[in-house]
């Protein structure tokens, strides 16, 4: 029996990088039928990739570690099933047909949430969860590094053209709309170029792992597939 993980199943859900205005003169306008060209059963009253998404013939699903990334990532909620794509003004964006399922997860009520800040979003919200703050750190695309540890200590960035500075100009603050406001600061000056700078390349695929990304940052497209990020 062959071991399944849920990079297939991420890819369909995690689409980034204004999906709106995909072209779609070469993709199909025909919402993909899991079942009948994957062999995989969609178990649509179901509300975690693990349970929505059965694993095709010959396959099983692998067993992720508790407090895994691989873990959080199959075992969080889901949207009910036919849920549209919403904007951040919760307009529907107009390609709806290329997913299958929908994180139930805010985006805020700016449009900075894109690209490489969906992967940046769930990694920060799974060590906020497993109150891992002190690995809570995002290079701007500057290069500059931000901690989660100093901005909830009051640390504040000053961005003037490329120039950034740091100084600390308000109090403690450990709250969860602090550790949001957080993310949207890092979601602002942070991106893909950033993100692919301060990850670590896999390079078997015997070694993907629920939570790796597959960045491109040349060309500004990535896909979420399979591992979490390392230092």
Same mark, same amino acid.
């Given at each position: 029996?062959?071991?399944?993980?849920?990079?297939? #199943?991420?890819?369909?859900?995690?689409?980034?990088?204004?999906? +709106?205005?995909?072209?779609?003169?070469?993709?199909?306008?025909?919402?993909?039928?899991?079942?009948?060209?994957?062999? #995989?059963?969609?178990?649509?009253?179901?509300?975690?990739?693990?349970? @929505? !998404? &059965?694993?095709?013939?010959?396959?099983?699903?692998?067993?992720?570690?508790?407090?895994? !990334?691989?873990?959080?990532?199959?075992?969080?909620? %889901?949207?009910?099933?036919?849920?549209?794509?919403?904007?951040? +003004?919760?307009?529907?964006? &107009?390609?709806?047909?290329?997913?299958?399922?929908?994180? +139930?997860?805010?985006?805020?009520?700016?449009?900075?949430?894109?690209?490489? +800040?969906?992967?940046?979003?769930?990694?920060?919200?799974? %060590?906020?969860?497993?109150?891992?703050?002190?690995?809570?750190?995002?290079?701007?695309?500057?290069?500059?590094?931000?901690?989660?540890?100093?901005?909830?200590?009051?640390? @504040?960035?000053?961005?003037?053209?490329?120039?950034? &500075?740091?100084?600390?100009?308000?109090? !403690?603050?450990?709250?969860?709309? &602090?550790?949001?406001?957080?993310?949207?600061?890092?979601?602002?000056?942070?991106?893909?170029?950033?993100?692919?700078?301060?990850?670590?390349?896999?390079?078997?695929?015997?070694?993907?792992?629920?939570?790796?990304?597959?960045?491109?940052?040349?060309? @500004?497209?990535?896909?979420?597939?399979? @591992?979490?990020?390392?230092?």
């Amino acid at each position: 029996m062959k071991k399944i993980i849920s990079g297939i #199943v991420m890819t369909i859900i995690l689409w980034s990088c204004s999906q +709106d205005k995909a072209p779609k003169n070469n993709i199909s306008q025909e919402k993909t039928d899991l079942t009948s060209k994957n062999s #995989v059963s969609v178990n649509k009253e179901k509300n975690t990739i693990k349970e @929505r !998404f &059965s694993a095709p013939e010959g396959y099983e699903w692998q067993d992720e570690k508790q407090n895994s !990334f691989g873990y959080f990532i199959e075992n969080f909620k %889901l949207k009910p099933y036919g849920s549209q794509i919403l904007r951040y +003004d919760d307009a529907p964006i &107009s390609t709806q047909h290329l997913h299958e399922a929908v994180f +139930d997860i805010d985006t805020g009520n700016k449009d900075l949430q894109q690209c490489a +800040d969906a992967v940046i979003r769930l990694r920060a919200e799974y %060590l906020y969860a497993m109150k891992r703050s002190d690995e809570i750190q995002f290079h701007f695309t500057s290069g500059d590094l931000l901690k989660w540890n100093d901005y909830k200590n009051g640390t @504040r960035a000053f961005v003037s053209g490329n120039s950034v &500075s740091f100084r600390k100009t308000a109090g !403690f603050d450990d709250s969860y709309p &602090s550790f949001r406001n957080y993310l949207d600061l890092i979601f602002n000056y942070a991106g893909t170029i950033s993100l692919n700078k301060e990850t670590q390349p896999v390079l078997k695929n015997s070694d993907l792992k629920t939570g790796d990304i597959l960045i491109t940052p040349e060309v @500004r497209d990535m896909w979420f597939c399979c @591992r979490g990020m390392q230092k």
